[in-house]
């Protein structure tokens, strides 16, 4: 298993993880979902002992990770975000070098390595120099190494990145082989659909903080069957918050630069209130409004909103409980005869 309490990571000035605390069991998939530079890849490494923690205790399999590195280490099987593949040996040259790494020494090397080459569908290509391979195979190769040994707890960090759908699917069932064998597996991932189909419970990460933490019917709850609408485009930090601030019903999830993520009911129903009024004969895109040039020569949502729902509902109709409900607003779709794009201006906010 794995127990992590206030773990805290700091790089200079810089807090990569700060107070994050979660466990996961054997046999259970738990999920870190969030963002680029949320915090997930600096948590994996203080879990693997690459990284030291600047604070809170990391224990796997009952073994602190400080303390008794060297037992925890034995439990761990780690499969990194970048392919660590040596290229010029073949796949089972570097099978053979990660199981002896991990102690496996003949006869019983060899039969864990027949038996992972033909798990990741990999045997027909064994010989072969891993330069040749494709990205999809890389990765199926990347997870064989990471799990020859049979570990008792499995860290995963971002394993599909990168990879067609029809090896993301394969190793997702890998993944599932895994748990159902008894593994404590540790999953990393910006992909919400993976999130949802594969996590057995969840925490999502954010700046360095666990934001919820439970299963995907608890998150769902914690949101009160709110959708999140999210948009893209150039959002002045400042002046975003206090449009927001006054608006009834509407939270803000997440307030970026380029980003900005709204919790409120029927996001859907609202969409097509962010765009303003067409400007004459669609002569050029619509300006910022007055009110927002005084604060940013650059307000504009230069692309859409998409509304996603943790319900797995769009509004009132019924999407299947994978769908990814997705709406484009008519401030992003809708063009000008000429081909010119009418952009929303942060002021039609207030109309929500």
């Known amino acids: 298993m794995i127990s992590v309490q206030g773990l805290r990571k700091e790089f200079g000035e810089l807090v990569a993880v700060d107070g994050v605390s979660f466990a996961a069991q054997p046999g259970e998939i738990f999920g870190l979902l969030g963002p680029n530079g949320a915090g997930k890849t600096t948590t994996i490494g203080c879990l693997s002992g690459l990284v030291a923690p600047t604070a809170g205790h990391v224990q796997v399999m009952g073994h602190d990770v400080v303390r008794d590195g060297r037992a925890a280490r034995r439990a761990l099987g780690v499969v990194p975000q970048e392919i660590a593949l040596y290229d010029d040996l073949s796949a089972t040259e570097n099978l053979a ?22 798990l990741t569908g990999l045997q027909d290509r064994a010989k072969e120099p891993v330069k040749n391979f494709s990205g999809g195979m890389k990765r199926r190769l990347n997870f064989a190494c990471g799990i020859i040994h049979q570990p008792k707890v499995l860290l995963l960090d971002e394993p599909t990145v990168g990879v067609d759908p029809q090896s993301r699917v394969r190793l997702l069932e890998l993944v599932r082989g895994q748990a159902h064998a008894g ?23 954010d700046h360095g903080k666990v934001i919820a933490t439970g299963t995907l019917a608890e998150l769902r709850a914690l949101m009160g069957e709110r959708d999140l609408l999210r948009l893209s485009g150039t959002f002045p930090q400042e002046a975003t918050l206090a449009a927001v601030r006054g608006l009834d019903g509407v939270e803000v999830v997440q307030a970026e630069e380029n980003l900005l993520t709204l919790s409120l009911a029927e996001a859907c129903r609202h969409c097509s209130q962010l765009s ?5 004969r669609f002569a050029k895109p619509l300006s910022p409004s007055p009110a927002w040039k005084a604060s940013s020569s650059s307000s504009r949502a230069k692309s859409c909103a998409s509304s996603e729902s943790p319900s797995g509902r769009r509004g009132k109709e019924a999407l299947p409980a994978k769908t990814k409900a997705l709406v484009k607003s008519p401030c992003a779709s809708d063009k000008a005869p000429s081909g010119q794009t009418r952009w ?9």
Do not use: F, N
């Open 97 to 118: 070098y990660w199981g002896g790494a991990q102690g496996l020494r003949d006869p019983a090397l060899r039969h864990r390595m027949a038996e992972v080459l033909e």
């Open 183 to 205: 593994a404590c597996v540790l999953y990393t991932t910006h992909y919400m659909e993976e999130a949802e189909s594969l996590c057995d419970r969840l925490a999502v990460i």
């Open 276 to 280: 303003p009024p067409p400007a004459p």
């Open 344 to 352: 929303p201006t942060l002021e039609c906010l207030k109309e929500l």
